[in-house]
């Protein structure tokens, strides 16, 4: 039996989700990841057929030949961890098995990069706060600044004045160097990304994702989902499917704008979710390519459930080199919602509890819980803790008044 390589940075919900597609296709399950203690360990060997400790999973040459030397050459390397997925591809490559070329994945990873070839809303580099004053004056303000490879809403913020973005460069400058996430401590090409922020023209306008298989050149969007519930940190509390009061003109040309991004990238043979914001100027314009994995937590299952397309099963299949997996009938084509929950305040996760009576709640379908005591938390990153699939709301203001609900119920203990 063959063997397929799954390659972790961090504990994910994905891990399950791809190791199942990997058996239904025929083939073993390996994970390669940071050392683990004996419990997480434990709960791995009950989905996966073999983990494999690696000190450091973004040397793609060291992580290649430990591969190599271990299995020969694999049946296919993939992640799901959005850190590592240009290094992932990269030990694709070195192994002979890359279905899109890395390069590919670095600009990706790389917003001001994925600016320059798509365009969209006005965008600069800021690397000093001194700088804030030139930099407003050519991209225009309000403006957003971000991290330049973040993830999770990590460190977004809105500046309506030069003095506002040049504290937001402060700010940056402060915290991204003291974050426990590598992605900010490893150079990007030139730039150093805890030094170096992207500062890019305010959008105004309702926000969607979009997640698009792209096989042999081909681009098939999945879902489109919309955002109604946003809170101040930027962090998503809300998405929910079909979006409410968008019209099918509307949704085809964000599904299309979703596409035609994907293309201009160079994708190819693999998944990726795209955020779009409709601008009431520009119409739908990239805010984001999140490429090689499907969206993060539960959005899958959304999808799943609703279309009868699995993201994990295809992005396995495109990993392979296999055809398409079989699609089950969609379980439940209506109007679903996915609620997201997140620990209050930064630490070490203690406890989560309240799950039963959430899940008695008549609107929840489902209840997925994807962090565990013992995980380390910080209010700064959108980390999806508990998620809920819900039916049979009316509008946003029930989804609204369903999450509130919600947060009163479930309870995770941070110390």
Not at 260 to 286: K, Y
Not at 356 to 381: F, I, K, R, Y
């Amino acid at each position: 039996m063959s063997t397929v390589v799954l390659i972790r940075e961090a504990r994910g919900h994905w891990v399950g989700e791809v190791a199942a597609a990997v058996h239904a296709a025929g083939h073993r399950a390996v994970l390669l990841a940071p050392p683990v203690d004996a419990a997480e360990r434990m709960s791995l060997a009950a989905v996966v057929d073999e983990v494999v400790a690696v000190d450091d999973v973004y040397d793609a040459e060291a992580v290649a030949s430990q591969i190599r030397s271990a299995y020969g050459t694999p049946a296919a390397v993939l992640t799901g961890s959005d850190g590592a997925i240009a290094s992932t591809a990269r030990v694709a490559e070195l192994l002979g098995v890359a279905r899109c070329p890395a390069s590919v994945f670095e600009v990706c990873a790389n917003k001001f990069a994925v600016r320059e070839v798509l365009g969209g809303t006005a965008f600069a580099l800021i690397s000093s706060a001194s700088e804030a004053a030139s930099v407003a004056e050519r991209v225009g303000l309000p403006a957003i600044v971000k991290p330049v490879n973040g993830a999770g809403s990590n460190l977004v913020r809105t500046v309506s004045t030069v003095d506002e973005l040049a504290a937001a460069y402060e700010l940056l400058a402060a915290r991204l160097p003291e974050s426990a996430d590598p992605r900010y401590h490893r150079p990007l090409g030139t730039l150093d990304p805890a030094a170096t922020f992207l500062v890019e023209g305010f959008l105004d306008g309702p926000e969607y994702a979009v997640d698009v298989l792209i096989r042999d050149g081909v681009v098939e969007p999945v879902e489109i989902l919309d955002k109604p519930l946003i809170d101040e940190r930027k962090f998503e509390l809300a998405l929910s499917c079909p979006p409410a009061d968008l019209s099918a003109e509307r949704a085809a040309l964000v599904t299309a704008a979703a596409s035609s991004a994907v293309l201009a990238l160079g994708l190819d043979n693999t998944v990726a979710h795209v955020e779009v914001i409709d601008d009431l100027r520009r119409g739908p314009t990239i805010v984001e390519v999140n490429a090689g994995r499907p969206a993060g937590s539960i959005m899958p299952l959304l999808a799943k459930l609703r279309t009868g397309i699995d993201v994990f099963a295809e992005l396995t299949a495109l990993a392979l080199g296999a055809p398409p997996p079989a699609r089950e009938p969609a379980k439940l084509p209506i109007p679903l919602a996915m609620l997201i929950l997140y620990a209050s305040g930064s630490g070490t996760l203690r406890s989560v509890g309240g799950l039963d009576e959430v899940a008695a709640l008549p609107e929840v379908v489902d209840v997925v819980t994807t962090v565990s005591p013992g995980q380390v938390l910080t209010d700064e990153q959108e980390t999806y803790a508990v998620n809920l699939v819900v039916a049979g709301f009316a509008d946003h203001e029930d989804l609204a008044a369903l999450h509130a609900e919600a947060s009163k119920l479930i309870r995770l203990e941070v110390a």
